[in-house]
């Protein structure tokens, strides 16, 4: 069974730096397409990035304009994603998510993609 555990929220001023964690276990990571979304208060679980399992990565750009990069730690089963110049509208829950197949590109954005989801991180940006 695959877990997910996100760590490296917290509360930040505006203009300031997060970079959030996914600890996952019970399968390799680079066997998987990993994924962040995340949910404001009030509103729809919402897209964020994701990587396919050989690389090549999808943003939403409506939303994160290039402030956030994602990577992957094979050796130690990580997945991260560093989040540049935040924002007050950055504020939400943020979720790792994990998917044992290879969709193509136009999927990645699609919550029905992924098997696995973590519990959430909350990620506060004060103005």
């Known amino acids: 069974q695959v877990q997910l555990v996100e760590s490296g929220g917290g509360l930040v001023q505006a203009g300031g730096s997060l970079r959030l964690s996914c600890e996952v276990s019970?399968?390799?990571?680079?066997?998987?397409?990993m994924a962040w979304f995340r949910q404001a208060p009030g509103k729809e679980r919402e897209f964020v990035a994701a990587m396919k399992k050989i690389g090549g990565t999808s943003y939403n750009l409506d939303s994160v304009k290039g402030r956030f990069t994602v990577s992957r730690d094979n050796g130690k089963n990580t997945w991260h994603v560093q989040m540049n110049r935040l924002n007050p509208e950055d504020t939400a829950v943020y979720f790792c998510?994990?998917?044992?197949?290879?969709?193509?590109?136009?999927?990645?954005?699609?919550?029905?993609?992924?098997?696995?989801w973590g519990q959430g991180t909350q990620v506060t940006v004060s103005s």
């Open positions: 998510a994990a998917g044992v197949g290879g969709p193509i590109t136009s999927v990645l954005r699609y919550e029905s993609t992924y098997d696995y």
């Open positions: 019970g399968r390799s990571i680079s066997s998987l397409t």
